[in-house]
């Protein structure tokens, strides 16, 4: 056991000290902070130019409007100032508010249409206040008041509880069978080449001379179990800080509190057996991934070792989608008990709650069993593979090593 | 002590190695000689376990198993590495696998660097350096952790005249230490100078086994070493000799088909005067290396 750990710290470490490695760990943060730094500083540099400021003999109906709405110009006060705001393209526009003969009047003035936003809220601003001064002219008794400022009503009644728990499905199953598609996909490719890299290289005689085969193939997966834990830690960590920062971001919190009860449906939904699945899943196909690496006819064919791993993943991944609708399909229950594929369909299962514990259960000791034999056949064939030197292909390495055990 | 008993190895119709059987004891060395696919690497390979095998072979009276990894060194015939890594990476990870401590590994370090001349420091990346400070690095990896049971295949293979003495020097002090050892060449110098029994190969079959003594002796006294003012044409007369080889000017190696002829050739050539050499020997290692080839292609 002491020299499986050897194996794998040493592949680990030689995994994370790469640049490829760092970049892929870092890539998403860093597209995201680009993302963000760069429409920060487009909305900074751009901010002034998109406001509009009001201007009103009457400071009383300026002021109200400025109350009302946000994002206005509330420096330029004179038409004159508006004018060279917007020719030095300071200003998106600017609104005239006047009363002519009791009649209430928004001019606006700018290089391109008003904002529909602002448009509705400059109408509003105006019925309102027209309304009242028409009331007023019209002497109107308090009853013929509230009865004219009577309005219909438009209610919606949604059930919100049911509304939230079914987005919360859809989101929990692309989240994960996405999360599950990319970390197949990337360390299949890793865990390959990793192994076919080393594929007929004398040091792998050197290394089987100071420990047994299936012991270094343990410890190799293991190394790459360890990198992939990395980065589902640091990803972790990463989306717990971004959503610390959310939270507490006066734009932001908003959103957050308006879709709290879906973030935390969607979080409990992540973090259940579904992680197991997850888990175990990246393994069987890490597994198969460095048996894949192992079969292949010599080292420089390192980059095509992952293909089959790859392919079969993406069928799991595909197989999924007619079926999301149809989880009572008799084809979803099969594959929710085939390793390989249950970790697609058996989370998406948990998820919508058509999987009972003992379902659950049975299907991951199913995984776990494919798990260990795989496991061990692998390692029984690997010193062979891994010395091998001649040129067959892919099934007549499976076959032999099938018919012949030296 | 490693023993060696009635191995055979087919790959397919190819006999590989056939009822081969030697023992390697500790503190000595064995040479394994023959031309390329004799079954030298093949030989190796059951010793390692990498392949399998009909017969016994015994390290210290049991058969060879994963406990005994950390006694045991082995070369590869090709030299390979992880170029990415430094050489204190390199060999500490390797030592490692063979039970020595990280720590100690790194305290002699460049001890072993200086005896084996490296040029390069611990730091430098293995692909940073020559063909040869590889191959001396690959050697180190080999020595380090000090291994009971020696496997060395084509050590000397790339090594410049410097460069093998120094490795010669390595072996014979592991040998000093009780290590027995086994190791393949082509070049029969180092196995003369290093070898206490030899053992050849030919497609499989042994075809010689001894000390270089017993070896050489098989073949009888029939080289005979002389210098003398006679011409080559008269040599090549006297009764006995098959073959006259000029070494130096008046210096020669006459073959003998008989080993007996020597003292009627002694008096016709000092016909009772002084001469200055008159030497009769077996057949060297070398020669004998070429006779066995050359059965072969006879």
């Not at chain 1, 995201?32 to 901010?47: F, K």
């Not at chain 1, 040091?203 to 343990?218: G, P, R, V």
Request: charged residues 15%; hydrophobic residues 45%; neutral net charge.
């Amino acid at each position: 056991m002491h020299k499986t750990w050897i194996v794998t710290f040493e592949t680990y470490l030689r995994q994370i000290k790469s640049w490829s490695f760092l970049f892929m760990i870092l890539g998403p943060f860093l597209m995201i902070g680009l993302t963000v730094g760069i429409s920060y500083v487009s909305a900074n540099s751009a901010s002034s130019s998109r406001e509009v400021a009001v201007i009103s003999d009457s400071q009383p109906l300026r002021q109200a409007f400025i109350k009302q709405n946000d994002g206005l110009n509330t420096k330029i006060t004179t038409v004159k100032a508006a004018k060279q705001a917007l020719k030095k393209d300071h200003l998106a526009g600017y609104l005239v508010l006047s009363t002519d003969n009791q009649q209430f009047k928004a001019d606006y003035h700018g290089s391109d249409s008003m904002g529909s936003s602002l448009r509705a809220q400059t109408q509003n601003f105006l019925v309102t206040y027209q309304q009242a001064a028409n009331y007023q002219q019209a002497n109107l008794t308090a009853k013929q008041r509230k009865t004219l400022a009577r309005t219909p009503a438009l209610t919606q009644h949604i059930a919100k509880k049911t509304g939230t728990a079914n987005t919360a499905k859809k989101v929990s199953f692309w989240l994960l069978v996405t999360m599950i598609y990319i970390i197949l996909i990337t360390y299949s490719s890793i865990a390959a080449q990793e192994i076919a890299s080393e594929k007929g290289t004398k040091i792998m005689e050197i290394i089987f001379s100071s420990t047994t085969a299936t012991s270094y193939f343990i410890g190799k997966i293991m190394g790459i179990l360890l990198v992939i834990l990395t980065q589902i830690v640091v990803y972790l960590l990463g989306g717990w800080a971004g959503y610390q920062f959310a939270i507490n971001n006066a734009k932001l919190k908003p959103l957050f509190t308006e879709y709290h009860s879906l973030i935390n449906a969607v979080i409990h939904n992540l973090l259940n057996t579904n992680l197991v699945y997850l888990l175990l899943g990246v393994v069987i196909y890490t597994v198969l991934s460095a048996y894949s690496g192992a079969i292949v006819a010599k080292a420089e064919d390192a980059s095509k070792a992952a293909q089959p791993v790859v392919m079969l993943s993406m069928l799991g991944f595909f197989l999924t989608f007619p079926f999301q609708s149809n989880l009572d399909a008799v084809f979803v229950k099969i594959m929710s008990y085939v390793p390989f594929f249950s970790s697609y369909f058996m989370p998406m299962r948990i998820i919508n709650g058509t999987a009972s514990g003992l379902e659950q259960g049975l299907s991951l000791a199913i995984l776990l069993a494919a798990i260990g034999l795989f496991a061990w056949y692998i390692g029984s064939q690997y010193q062979r593979l891994m010395l091998q030197t001649d040129s067959k292909s892919i099934w007549q390495q499976w076959l032999h090593g099938w018919r012949h055990q030296d | 002590m490693l023993s060696i008993q009635h191995i055979s190895k087919h790959f397919g119709t190819v006999h590989a190695l056939n009822d081969v059987s030697f023992d390697v004891p500790d503190g000595q060395i064995l040479g394994l000689i023959g031309q390329n696919g004799a079954g030298k690497s093949t030989t190796f390979h059951s010793i390692l376990n990498f392949i399998t095998y009909e017969g016994t072979i015994t390290w210290q009276g049991h058969s060879l198993s994963a406990n005994d990894f950390d006694t045991i060194g082995y070369l590869p015939e090709e030299r390979s590495l992880m170029p990415k890594l430094t050489i204190e990476q390199q060999v500490v990870y390797l030592a490692r696998l063979k039970g020595q401590p990280a720590k100690e590994t790194r305290a002699h370090i460049d001890e072993w660097l200086q005896r084996f001349a490296v040029k390069g420091t611990r730091k430098s990346r293995i692909k940073d350096l020559s063909k040869g400070n590889q191959q001396k690095v690959q050697l180190i990896c080999t020595l380090i952790h000090h291994p009971k049971l020696l496997i060395l295949d084509e050590p000397f293979s790339g090594l410049d005249p410097v460069n093998a003495d120094l490795l010669k020097q390595a072996v014979l002090t592991a040998r000093d230490e009780g290590a027995a050892i086994i190791f393949s060449s082509h070049d029969m110098e180092h196995v003369t100078a290093l070898c206490d029994q030899l053992v050849m190969l030919r497609k499989g079959d042994v075809v010689l086994h001894g000390t270089l003594a017993e070896v050489r002796n098989q073949f009888g006294k029939t080289e005979l070493y002389v210098t003398t003012d006679w011409t080559p044409d008269r040599l090549q007369a006297l009764p006995g000799v098959v073959a006259v080889t000029v070494r130096q000017p008046r210096q020669y190696l006459l073959q003998l088909n008989d080993p007996a002829a020597g003292p009627a050739i002694f008096e016709a050539l000092t016909e009772g005067h002084y001469i200055e050499e008159f030497s009769q020997q077996p057949p060297t290692l070398d020669e004998i290396f070429r006779l066995k080839v050359g059965e072969d292609h006879a």
